[in-house]
């Protein structure tokens, strides 16, 4: 679908996957944007033994093409560092990492030659998105560069269904655009892409086991059986 058959996701296990992800990397964070100066810098070795970090590369024709990380309960204290300013002016993110599962989603990259391939980066989140589930965790939290010419913000908001809900203007690459944080609670964006019918919620849970959907359906009531998504301020909202 989509040209999808020519496309192969894998989690990086070894040094092999590892250097793959680096050539994507090297060709757009360090070559194209400028961001860091050494794009092998950006996975260091021993992410390859870390529990709390995966990495995803896609491959057109055996060759890397894209390349995604997820870090589970990132040290979000480096937010107050970089000036985290929220959007509503009274978030509270100690409540909010209290309350939820967070994994940082981010060093989402798709070489330039294959950046128009959408379903490139639809694998990847594909991926990403099962790993995180299977996992028990249940929201994304993101940064994003604003005004940047290739910003997966589209992606993000319009197909995924992240929200912004704060802003800061420095970080660990180097770009001088504001950054844009943005959350997606995972069950609810699964709830609704589900009621869509469309073919990203067919995408995205292909292979999935019954056991993960029954999973998430149960844990969108409460124990009065009523639907709470829909009430949640980081609900996002899936066109």
Known sequence: MF?????????????????????????????????????????????????????FVVAKKDQPIGVLRVMYDPPLELYHEYGFKPVDGDLDVEKFVQENRIAEIGRFAVVPDE??????????MRA???????RGYSHYITDVFEGEKHSPYKFHTRVMGFEVVATHDVGELNCPCRRL?????LKAAYLRLRKSKGWLYRFLTDGWPESLHQKLDSEFTDDSGEDWSADSSLTPSVA
């Open 3 to 55: 040209g999808a058959k020519n496309l192969k996701v894998e989690r990086v296990t070894d040094e092999n996957g590892r250097q793959a992800a680096i050539k994507v990397l090297r060709a757009t964070y360090e070559k194209e944007k400028e961001w860091v100066q050494d794009g092998g810098k950006v996975f260091e070795a021993e992410d390859l033994s870390r529990e709390d970090v995966s990495w």
């Open 115 to 124: 950046r128009r391939n959408f379903v490139a980066a639809a694998n990847l």
């Open 128 to 134: 990403a998105v099962r790993d995180t589930l299977e």
């Open 181 to 185: 944080t943005m959350v997606l609670d």
